[in-house]
């Protein structure tokens, strides 16, 4: 049935967190920032990403170099990888850790 298979599809997409990260360095500082360290993603809360994370589907970022990691952003990943959504931008696509930098 057609429509069943749209109602599907609209179930995965869901919005985003409510309002836009904080960012506290340029895109290319953060990523060419001289000390950067792995992290797993729950200590990383309240860090500066070195990577972009991008959600794919739909392919746009929910964040990107220089922006604050907030623990909104992980409760979001995390449904979204339950949801089988992958990522790109990152060095560990399954977003277990992420790069900070290490300031």
């Not at 992958?86 to 277990?96: A, M, Q």
Request: charged share 25%; hydrophobic share 40%.
């Amino acid at each position: 049935d057609e429509s069943r298979a749209v109602e599907g599809e609209l179930d995965s997409f869901i919005a985003p967190p409510k309002g836009l990260p904080t960012m506290t360095m340029t895109p290319r500082d953060a990523y060419l920032a001289p000390k950067t360290r792995t992290l797993p993603i729950a200590q990383a809360v309240g860090k500066i990403l070195v990577d972009s994370v991008i959600p794919y589907p739909p392919g746009v970022p929910l964040l990107v170099s220089g922006e604050v990691l907030e623990q909104r952003h992980v409760e979001f990943i995390h449904y979204l990888l339950a949801k089988g959504h992958d990522f790109i931008g990152t060095e560990d696509p399954s977003l277990k850790t992420v790069r900070i930098v290490d300031a």
